[in-house]
């Protein structure tokens, strides 16, 4: 069992995450600015993974003690964006680029040696009053660089799980039919987050190479979104790598 934070769990994509790696038996602490928000979205993502539980064992929500006895009790919490940072030994950014900087600053003292950073920030344009189907290009080359730019050296920074959309993740009663680009860190970072990666059902993870290669990912967020809008995917579209070696 994994310890995991999302700072910006209240969000699709942090909450979709949450609820994958709880529903895998992995500790997970929502993390928000306001620790009442987080709260809230902990409670209500418990009672979905609960509500999944039952509708695919087929027992009644209302019976009480077979609920005890065979659904799981997802582990998920939440607190503020430092103390959630804290408990965890891998803590997932997935916040608006607009909000990254000073969103890193507030949780810095958390970022210890021996901990993983996960970014899922995509620089959108969105950020500066443009198109979500649009990038920015940040100084940096990418948003996890950003925040490798930030942290002490001793952290290792690894990007993944920008290109795998919301909805799917949400849906627990579905497959996420998906490849998952995990780039940056050591080889044994990359490891260790490829693992979370194959606990959402139907992903595959593919280990990306080094974090400069997150300027070739990132992007393919906004290439996604505007193939959404295009061929009206509400729930969003997922990429595949063929002819990839067992």
């Known amino acids: 069992m994994k310890k995991i934070a999302i700072i910006g769990g209240t969000g699709g994509q942090g909450s979709g995450l949450a609820l994958r790696w709880a529903r ?40 009480v003690e077979a609920v005890k006895e065979k659904v799981p009790e997802a582990k998920i919490s939440g607190f503020d964006n430092l103390e959630a940072a804290k408990k965890a030994d891998i803590v997932v950014i997935s916040v608006p680029y607009s909000h990254l900087i000073p969103t890193i600053a507030s949780i810095k003292e958390a970022l210890t040696e021996g901990k993983i950073i996960v970014s899922v920030v995509v620089p959108l344009s969105t950020a500066v009053g443009g198109k979500a189907t649009t990038m920015i290009s940040p100084w940096e080359g990418s948003a996890a660089e950003v925040i490798q730019s930030l942290v002490p050296e001793n952290v290792q920074v690894i990007s993944a799980f920008q290109n795998v959309s919301a909805d799917r993740l949400s849906d627990l009663e579905k497959d996420v039919d998906c490849d998952i680009m995990v780039c940056g860190g050591s080889k044994d970072a990359r490891k260790n987050i490829m693992e979370l990666a194959k606990d959402i059902p139907g992903a595959r993870a593919i280990d990306g190479g080094p974090l400069q290669n997150a300027r070739l990912i990132e992007p393919i967020t906004a290439l996604l979104i505007g193939m959404n809008i295009r061929y009206k995917v509400r729930e969003g579209m997922g990429i595949r790598f063929t002819y990839l070696p067992e």
Not at 29 to 47: M, P, W
């Open 24 to 63: 895998a038996g992995h500790e997970v602490f929502i993390g928000s600015r306001e620790e009442s928000k987080a709260c809230t979205s902990a409670d209500s993502l418990k009672t979905i993974c609960i509500d999944t539980a039952c509708s695919l064992l087929e027992i009644e929500r209302t019976d």
